[in-house]
């Protein structure tokens, strides 16, 4: 989508600083972004994410779950011993997000889990943080102060 098709929209991009993408587009007035490193942060709020990301989390959210083996065996090459050194040297446990959109996948989280050789668990988390990020973009917006 072109941004100047969109001229008059008021835009809010909910998404973090994982795509480099996103700051090309929050260039022009009319749009304004959740403020964040990804979507876990925009979930958990900064002091949580970080506190999680410090004692050696890795995060999985619905979307991952569902393609973790995909994404582990064939975007990042990795076999199960290898995932296991990979993931034991940079984590201590895997962390699902539930946001209570979709049933928790618990086969998909144990099957991730086994592979990583890694502990997990399932935080159940609430949307008020995610809703507030957005309500501030809309805010910067109204303010005419679109960039995040």
Not at 6 to 15: A, E, F, M
Not at 41 to 46: A, R, S, T
Not at 116 to 125: D, F, K, Q, R, T
Request: with cysteine.
């Amino acid at each position: 989508v072109h941004m100047h098709a969109l001229q008059g929209s008021r835009i809010v991009l909910v998404y973090g600083d994982c795509c480099p993408a996103m700051h090309a587009c929050e260039q022009y007035p009319h749009v304004a972004r959740t403020q964040g490193m990804n979507c876990c942060e925009l979930i958990l709020g900064h002091e949580i994410y970080k506190k999680l990301i410090r004692s050696g989390v890795f995060f999985l959210l619905p979307e991952w779950t569902s393609r973790w083996e995909e994404v582990f065996s064939h975007e990042l090459g990795f076999n199960q011993k290898n995932a296991s050194d990979f993931m034991g040297e940079m984590h201590s446990r895997i962390v699902y997000l539930d946001t209570g959109v979709i049933p928790v996948p618990s086969e998909e989280i144990e099957a991730c889990a086994r592979y990583c050789s890694l502990p997990y668990e399932i935080l159940p988390v609430s949307s008020d943080h995610l809703r507030m990020q957005i309500q501030h973009a809309m805010d910067r917006l109204d303010a005419g102060t679109g960039l995040s």
